[in-house]
């Protein structure tokens, strides 16, 4: 699939989080009602207290290149260190920021699919909280969007990791496309951009993250693989390494085969 690099947009007003309206029922005094936003950007976190301040404050940056009103749902994976406390102090200055938490680490899909379920805008961003993916390039992931495209993949054009983890990462990419055929080179890169109809109410499994492009075409996505900014760790430790990315990955994707070969498509579905 072609990779195309597109300018960045002018800058617009900053987007504003939802704002609260309100209906008068049987008289009363209405309740606030909040509308839902343009744009939900779900972040998985795990143990990145540190990252999560300047990750905040970068993607309100980035955001305000963005016109229409956004939220931000971080979920707290279990975190043993600090991370879900520094969620919770940021959300008392920052509206648009949704905490969600885990009482224990049930693993990025979890967190992952827990966000998606959470979101209320029509349009999703996924990222992750360690930094490496650059909240700059959001605007580039939305505007390519809008171009008549349901999910927008980022792809690292110089990845800043390990020859480990890029090895495994390469082989990996390479058996997944060649048995799936979901036209993604790089889906290690959670910097994404769906439609929500594509990815809401999807079958959820450990591992579910790798694969949702190819479980997204299955209900007819077209697909866009744009170049985005890559970044080193700058804080913490990875979570991933040649064990839990290539070898359990291979076994899920015999069951994503399996599942494409027996999907149901009820899209066309509808009430006459």
């Avoid at 224990?104 to 992952?112: K, T, Y």
Wanted: proline share 8%; with cysteine.
């Amino acid at each position: 699939m072609e990779s195309v690099t597109l300018d960045r947009p002018p800058t617009p007003p900053r987007p504003r989080a939802a704002t609260p309206s309100a209906q008068p029922i049987h008289g009363e005094a209405p309740a606030p009602v909040t509308e839902p936003p343009d744009v939900s950007i779900v972040l998985p976190v795990f143990n990145e207290a540190e990252s999560l301040p300047p990750l905040l404050a970068e993607i309100a940056y980035a955001m305000a290149e963005v016109e229409g009103s956004y939220e931000i749902i971080a979920v707290d994976d279990g975190s043993s260190d600090q991370s879900l406390k520094t969620l919770h102090a940021a959300a008392i200055d920052e509206p648009a920021l949704r905490v969600l938490a885990n009482s224990r680490r049930c693993g990025q899909s979890a967190a992952l699919a827990a966000g998606i379920q959470a979101a209320r805008a029509p349009v999703l961003v996924t990222l992750d909280a360690d930094l490496q993916n650059d909240p700059a390039d959001i605007p580039l992931l939305l505007a390519a969007l809008e171009d008549d495209w349901d999910l927008v993949s980022g792809i690292r054009a110089r990845r800043r990791d390990t020859w480990v983890r890029r090895a495994s990462s390469r082989i990996a990419n390479g058996v997944r496309r060649r048995i799936l055929d979901d036209g993604v080179h790089d889906v290690g890169c959670s910097l994404k951009a769906y439609r929500r109809r594509f990815v809401a109410d999807l079958p959820v499994f450990d591992g579910m993250h790798r694969f949702l492009p190819a479980l997204a075409r299955l209900r007819g996505a077209r697909i866009r693989e744009i170049e985005v900014n890559h970044r080193p760790r700058q804080y913490g430790t990875s979570k991933y390494g040649i064990g839990n990315r290539l070898w359990r990955g291979l076994l899920d994707l015999a069951g994503v085969w399996w599942l494409g070969h027996r999907w149901v498509d009820l899209s066309s579905v509808e009430e006459r």
